[in-house]
C-alpha cells in the first residue's frame, strides 16, 4: 500500500493524529497540508513532512509561514481558493477532510471532482450536503471514507453485507461529562467542565458538541446519507466505555458490532490503508480486566439537542443546515464565554423554528442559507 494524501486541518486533534498514522506507516506520503492560524505547529509538520503545499487560511499566517520555510520547496498558499489547491494537489489520492465546519464544504466537493477518495473527518459537509456529496462521490467513482470512530465502525460492519438489508443502525455515545445531569444541574457549566471528555482526546468544538449530546445529532444524520437509511432506522445507544464504536442490525435480527480502543487513530488508519488490514499498534482490548459493558437510553429531554438533530434529519433539505450553522455559532461564543451552556442549544431551536425550508438545496443554496442563518441568529443574540 503506497498513499499520497493532503491534510485539511493538519494542526488540529484529527489532524495532528493523522501525522502520527502517518509516522507509523511508511508507506503513506503527505504531498500537501493545510491549517487555519497555528505558524508554529504548521512550521514543524512543514519541515518533517516537506508537502508541495501548505495552506494557511489567514493571510498574515501565510506569510509568516512562507518566511520561516523559504528554504524548502514547499509552496505556501492561503484563504479558500489554496483550501481547494491543496484539497486537490494533483500528486494525492486521498484527502483527509478534518477541518471543522461548513468550511470543508467546498475543498471537499473539489477534492472529489479532482478524483480524490475523500477520508471524511468533517461531518458538517455531509450533514449539510451530504445527498449532493454522495451523489457527487458516485458520479466520480471516488469513495468515501469514514474517519469518525461511529461511522468507521457501521463501514466496517457492512463490509461485506447488502446495505439495503439494514434493520437499524445502532450509534453508540458516550454520553459525554454530564451523562445523568438535568437542565437544572447544567445550568452553570463552565468552558472548562464542558471540555473534560471522560474517553476522548477530541478538538474544542467537538468536545463541546459531545457534552451537548448535538455531536450524536449531527453523526446521526451524517450515517442517514453515508449509509442510504432514513432517520427512524438510526437509534443511539449510551455505551458509556466507549468500547463498542457503533453497530449494525440485519433485517434476520443478526447484529454486527466493531469493537476497539478509544484511540482515532485507529479509524483514521483503517480510512488510510483501506481495503487492507495493515498492522498498527494503538494498544489492545484486553476483556478479562474490562469486565462489564453497559448500555443506556439516551436523555433527549434534558439533552434537548439530540432531539432536535433528529427533527433536522427527518426534514431535511436546508434544515441541517440551519442546524448545523445555529450550532457551530453558537458553541464559538460559548468558547469566548459570550454565551451560557444551556444558551446552546437554545439558539438551535431558534432558528430551526424561524427557517422555511428549501428542499433539495444546490451548494449555493446551502451555503447562503448558513449566512442567512448567521444574520438571524445575530439580531436575536
Known sequence: MRKSISVLGSTGSVGMQTLDVVRANGDIRVVSLAAGQNVERMTAQVREFKPRIACMWNEDAANELKARVADLDTRVVCGMDGLIEAATEKSADTVVTAVVGMIGLRPTFAAIDAGKDIALANKETIVTAGPLIMARAKEKGVRILPVDSE?????????????KKISRILLTASGGPFRGMTRDQMENITVAQALHHPNWAMGHKITIDSSTMVNKGLEAIEARWLFGVEMDQIEVVVQPESIIHS???????????????????LPIHYALSYPERVPFDCGRLDFKKLGTLHFEAPDPENFRGLKLAYEAGRTAGTMTTVFNAANEWAVGRFLK???????????????????????????????????????YIESRW
Open 247 to 265: 453497530m449494525v442490525e440485519f433485517a434476520d435480527g443478526s447484529i454486527i458490532a466493531q469493537l476497539g480502543v478509544t484511540d482515532m487513530r
Open 151 to 163: 461511522h468507521s465502525a457501521i463501514f466496517q460492519c457492512l463490509n461485506g453485507e447488502d446495505g
Open 337 to 375: 464565554g459570550n454565551l451560557r451552556y444551556l444558551e446552546i442549544v437554545d439558539v438551535i431551536e431558534d432558528a430551526m423554528r424561524a427557517h422555511r425550508v428549501k428542499e433539495n438545496p444546490s451548494l449555493e443554496t446551502i451555503l447562503e442559507t448558513e449566512k442567512e442563518t448567521y444574520a
